[in-house]
């Protein structure tokens, strides 16, 4: 297969290179003074930011690694890219230096600029509104209060509150609100905030000690790999999971506010379902008044080869809210115009975002449209995809189920012991992998991914393989 290249990254490594073991003795005792204060154990290595390029992460004791991580799947147009920094050396974010504005309360014009002119300008087809926010975590709060709001009024015949529910309100005790739900997948990851972390139900650790609102769950059908070969069982789960939504919401639709789900679970264990499952379910929404919060905090901005994932699926009415962050570099929920709650205050705070990020994002979205770059994630996502499947075949006894859209991929280890001795092999070879699920790695380059680098990676995982699969 013939693959395009992304234009070359200025000033990246031909390829990996390894001085010490990784993390190295610089990277250990930066964690030895930072555990003394906050939790370091999560730390794969400490990154010299500015050494860092393009697909190459380097890390303090001097080691480029191919990142096909991204920083949880953060990092757009890679490392230090010359737009931006070109963009910070002529002064651009100069109108962000002295202070960070409270954007609900005096925002300076630029923001306005920004709104119209990059956050719009990428808003889903049928989206009029934006709210933005600093995490994508925070972004699904948001759009959770949004769609209770909409129902809320809905219930109300349209009209506002009366004084007697504002007295409930500050009691924490207004009826038909306080039993309003939110439907969510098993598997799904929204994030750790507290009423998040109710829709949230990828791993117990996430959610142990912390009371959650009592809020349904249903199943998420999730795919078997390669497609071709179970199609008869992946129709019959999806067909199972949307028979299991209608029913709870026949028994009890009323009282669900919003269903919330990612059109590729990440966090989850890169758990894929088609087209067909996303469409049935938006019409099943439709029909019982539930909103659609698709979540694309992960997925979002052309990883998938789409700009939006949601794009794959053909829907013939949009998704009514859509949450987003990482590679935006701040948060948002992009809305439907309905769904935009009618009294100001509803939903605020001091920040509303980060504009030096947003300000960020408008050059970000500037390279992605000149350079291509969903397309050419396309191109590279189907050749990962094809050498992914190849390496399958080469190691079956280790790999299995190589899936993905765009460069939004994943591959199963034979267990979750095998996937963690993998990811740290891999990493003393110069790979920055990340994993997911319990035993699946997962692959969120940046956009500026090209053959070469699927290339590098596949001889590494080959090598990985041998050594510890
Ligand atoms: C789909 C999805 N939603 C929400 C979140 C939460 O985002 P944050 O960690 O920025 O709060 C994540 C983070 O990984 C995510 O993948």
């Known amino acids: 297969m013939t693959v395009d290249l992304a234009p070359p990254f200025p000033g990246e490594p031909a390829r990996s290179s390894v001085k010490t073991a990784v993390p190295g003795p610089k990277s250990e005792a930066l964690r030895a003074r930072h555990q003394r204060h906050q939790d370091a154990r999560t730390v794969h290595v400490y990154q010299d930011a500015r050494r860092s390029v393009g697909n190459y992460l380097v890390d303090v004791d001097g080691n480029e690694l191919l990142d096909l991580y991204g920083h949880i799947a953060c990092v757009p147009i890679g490392y230090n890219h010359p737009d931006l920094t070109a963009a910070w050396k002529d002064g651009r974010f100069d109108w962000l230096m002295g202070y960070r504005p409270a954007l609900g309360v005096a925002p300076p014009p630029e923001w306005v600029d920004l709104v119209e002119g990059t956050l719009m300008a990428v808003a889903p087809s049928g989206h009029t509104k934006v709210l933005t926010v600093t995490t994508g975590a925070e972004a699904v709060e948001n759009a959770i209060k949004?769609?209770?709001?909409?129902?809320?009024?809905?219930?109300?015949?349209?009209?506002?509150?009366?004084?007697?529910?504002?007295?409930?309100?500050?009691?924490?005790?207004?009826?038909?609100?306080?039993?309003?739900?939110?439907?969510?997948?098993?598997?799904?990851?929204?994030?750790?905030?507290?009423?998040?972390?109710?829709?949230?139900?990828?791993?117990?650790?996430?959610?142990?000690?912390?009371?959650?609102?009592?809020?349904?769950?249903?199943?998420?059908?999730?795919n078997r790999f390669p497609l071709a070969d179970h199609t008869a069982e992946n129709q019959a789960a999806e067909a199972r999971a949307l028979q299991s939504i209608e029913d709870l919401l026949v028994r009890d639709g009323q009282r669900v506010a919003a269903l919330i789900v990612e059109p590729i679970q990440g966090e989850g264990g890169d758990r894929h379902a088609s087209p067909e499952f996303f469409r049935a379910l938006r019409a099943l929404l439709t029909k019982h008044e539930v909103a659609f919060i698709v979540d694309e905090v992960q997925t979002g901005a052309g990883a998938t080869g789409t700009f939006w994932a949601h794009e794959h699926w053909g829907l013939p009415e949009p998704p009514d809210l859509v949450t987003w962050s990482k590679k935006f570099q701040l948060g948002g929920v992009h809305l439907r115009e309905e769904f935009m709650p009618a009294e100001a205050y509803r939903i605020f705070?001091?920040?509303?975002?980060?504009?030096?990020?947003?300000?960020?994002?408008?050059?970000?979205?500037?390279?992605?449209?000149?350079?291509?770059l969903v397309e050419h994630t396309q191109r590279v996502g189907a050749y990962l995809l094809e050498q992914l499947s190849e390496l399958v075949t080469r190691f079956p006894a280790t790999f299995s189920q190589p899936r993905g859209q765009g460069t939004f991929a994943a591959i199963d280890a034979r267990d979750g012991a095998t996937r963690d001795r993998l990811l740290h092999d891999l990493r003393q070879r110069g790979v920055e992998a990340g994993g997911s699920g319990d035993r699946s790695i997962r692959f969120r380059p940046a956009l500026v991914m090209a053959a070469r680098h699927v290339d590098e990676a596949m001889q590494l995982f080959a090598d990985s393989a041998r050594a510890v699969g």
């Not at 750790?192 to 117990?204: E, N």
């Not at 920040?351 to 449209?369: K, M, S, T, W, Y």
């Open 349 to 372: 705070n001091t920040f509303l975002g980060d504009p030096l990020r947003a300000a960020q994002f408008r050059i970000i979205h500037d390279v992605i449209c000149r350079d291509r």
């Open 146 to 222: 949004a769609a209770f709001a909409w129902k809320a009024r809905r219930r109300r015949g349209g009209a506002s509150w009366t004084d007697e529910d504002a007295r409930l309100a500050m009691l924490n005790a207004q009826p038909h609100t306080n039993d309003m739900q939110v439907i969510s997948f098993e598997g799904g990851f929204h994030g750790r905030t507290l009423g998040a972390l109710s829709a949230t139900r990828s791993k117990a650790i996430h959610k142990i000690d912390f009371p959650a609102f009592d809020w349904p769950v249903v199943p998420f059908p999730a």
